[in-house]
């Protein structure tokens, strides 16, 4: 079958950015809940909207803006720093209020001829991302600007043709969203039980525990540098699609709620070096620089060698002093990112070195207290981790597809 492709200056579509002005938000006119939400970086990833972190203006500051405001099935592709990030502005998107930030554009479709969830799809695949490194500028800071995001090819078939595509990849996409909210569920059981236990501090026994200045007797208040027996940057390599080495972890890879092993570039690297740029099941990496600097994950069991990049930091826990599941809950939580963001220098370009993130503070419990969290969330770490496997075939089945259902070879 052959589909006509156009450039996206010739598709029907509008290219709208954000308002650049005088009123544009500084850090004063931001809340944790308000109006109209704002959207940033941690916001548009790409597997989708992520909501865990958000930033809110009020109706009089959103009333100054005159560019950027969402309507519903708009899609956002992020276009300076990350780039290529694309999320579909759905009736599934729990805000009414929504503007992009001044690191992304809005595509807004004539729906009577060009179907919304179709473009979103072709805006996934490799094809379309092959587009986008090719037109990318800046070193410092990638950018893709509106003049050359206008040269992308897009495939534009009959709008029936379009919908039937685009429902096959829907279907992918609700089976994986589905576990992304079960999920998402899992981990905040998780957050809850951990905030009950170390930080309101009622965990089994603690009528008969005494505590002074906040710390329970038998209890330490510790660095995270203090419960690792090893603290490392990562390797400097360039990501290939290409099956070329092992694994390449970056930024973008930790920023979503799950780690999706199944979109992971490879990379070079000699053999010599990979043993100790390898990582293992309980290893925590945090990003160190950007806009996402302070996020984390604990790394779960997975197929093949990974190992980190140089913007990430790993830290090994010390088991003899802190349980990695523990340490891992407090390293992904909000309290821990607000801290790096608060001690992080840079303004355009935020950074924490190691040091600055091995900082940070927790209390840890005695060793029986740390086996018994251990045994009440062992169920829902392995709920969580057949969840992740699930998504991540299923996303590698459907960006196998993607390509050729794009460029209309796959007869559906």
Wanted: proline share 4%; net charge positive.
């Amino acid at each position: 079958m052959n589909w006509n492709f156009v450039s996206l200056d010739e598709a029907p579509l509008e290219i709208l950015d954000g308002d650049r002005g005088k009123n544009y938000p500084n850090q004063n006119d931001f809340s944790d809940q308000g109006y109209c939400l704002f959207l940033s970086a941690t916001n548009v990833t790409k597997n989708g909207f992520r909501f865990r972190s958000c930033q809110f203006i009020t109706e009089q500051k959103d009333d100054l803006l005159r560019k950027g405001k969402l309507k519903r099935n708009d899609i956002v592709v992020t276009t300076r720093g990350t780039i290529g990030n694309v999320v579909h502005y759905n009736e599934s998107v729990p805000f009414d209020n929504v503007r992009i930030n001044s690191g992304m554009v809005v595509i807004r479709t004539d729906e009577e001829k060009l179907y919304a969830p179709f473009l979103y799809a072709y805006l996934r695949s490799s094809s379309f991302l092959k587009q986008v490194h090719q037109l990318r500028s800046g070193v410092a800071q990638p950018q893709l600007p509106i003049r050359d995001m206008k040269l992308i090819k897009i495939p534009l078939p009959g709008l029936d043709e379009q919908k039937r595509v685009a429902g096959y990849v829907e279907k992918y996409d609700s089976l994986i969203e589905n576990n992304s909210r079960r999920i998402h569920l899992l981990e905040e059981s998780t957050r809850l039980l951990y905030k009950e236990w170390f930080v309101r501090l009622r965990f089994p026994g603690h009528e008969h525990v005494k505590v002074t200045d906040g710390v329970p007797a038998g209890w330490e208040k510790l660095s995270i540098k203090d419960c690792c027996r090893k603290i490392s940057y990562g390797y400097t390599a360039s990501s290939s699609k290409e099956a070329v080495g092992p694994k390449l972890l970056r930024i973008t890879d930790i920023v979503p709620s799950s780690i999706n092993w199944g979109r992971i570039p490879y990379c070079a690297i000699e053999d010599k070096y990979i043993d100790k740029y390898k990582l293992h099941e309980g290893d925590i990496v945090v990003a160190r620089t950007g806009a996402t600097v302070g996020y984390a994950k604990r790394i779960t069991s997975h197929k093949g060698d990974v190992i980190y990049a140089s913007y990430l930091v790993r830290f090994i826990a010390d088991l003899e002093v802190i349980d990695d599941v523990i340490l891992g809950i407090f390293m992904e939580s909000d309290e821990f990112k607000s801290f790096v963001k608060a001690h992080a220098g840079g303004a355009a370009q935020p950074n924490a070195n190691a040091q600055i993130l091995g900082s940070a503070k927790l209390l840890v419990p005695p060793k029986n207290i740390q086996t018994i969290f251990r045994e009440y969330i062992y169920d829902i770490l392995e709920q969580k981790r057949m969840l992740e496997n699930k998504s991540s075939i299923l996303a590698e089945a459907r960006d196998i597809l993607l390509p050729r259902l794009m460029n209309g070879d796959l007869v559906i």
